[in-house]
């Protein structure tokens, strides 16, 4: 892990105030290689995001990845993290811009999107896979993302 993204990692354990205790990351995801498509589902457990966003806020996620099932979370392969910012407040709802970080036993990927939260969720938007270690240090493609709630899911094309 790089310098900067470790100083971005502790920062948001900081702000959030949450700790990891103990945190043993297990075996690799099953579809792991380039050119294959990732089900994943994490889970909230500490998020700053305000109740009503306005323009210029921004908040930190920490999450817990698991394999999807049936889009429900499944086997825990690793954790990761948001930071996002509304970038745009209209009557319909707020724009955001996030930058994610999954981080598994083999490696990170990198996301950045932008998506519209209009109306009560679930929002779903397009996100660039924008680089990785590990496994994942050629990592490029796309993902769609869903959030519903505490639910985050991730859909994600490696391209091969």
């Not at 998020?47 to 049936?70: C, F, I, K, M, Q």
């Not at 392969?77 to 407040?89: P, W, Y």
């Not at 990927?109 to 209009?118: K, P, Q």
Request: overall charge positive; some cysteine.
């Amino acid at each position: 892990m790089s310098s900067s993204r470790l100083a971005l990692w502790l920062g948001a354990l900081a702000v959030t105030g949450a700790a990891v205790v103990g945190f043993a990351a297990p075996g690799p995801p099953a579809q792991a290689r380039a050119g294959r498509t990732l089900d994943w589902v994490a889970v909230k457990k500490a998020d700053t995001e305000p109740r009503t966003v306005t323009l210029g806020a921004s908040w930190v996620t920490y999450l817990e990845l698991h394999e999807a099932r049936n889009g429900k979370p499944g086997r825990m392969i690793g954790d990761g993290s948001a930071r996002c910012g509304a970038v745009l407040v209209t009557k319909e709802g707020p724009v955001t811009q996030c930058q994610r970080v999954l981080r598994l036993h083999d490696g990170s990927l990198a996301l950045s999107a932008m998506i519209d939260r209009f109306g009560s969720g679930p929002y779903t938007g397009s996100s660039a896979v924008v680089g990785g270690t590990g496994i994942y240090a050629t990592a490029a493609g796309d993902a769609e993302i869903t959030l519903d709630g505490d639910l985050v899911r991730f859909r994600i094309h490696l391209d091969g």
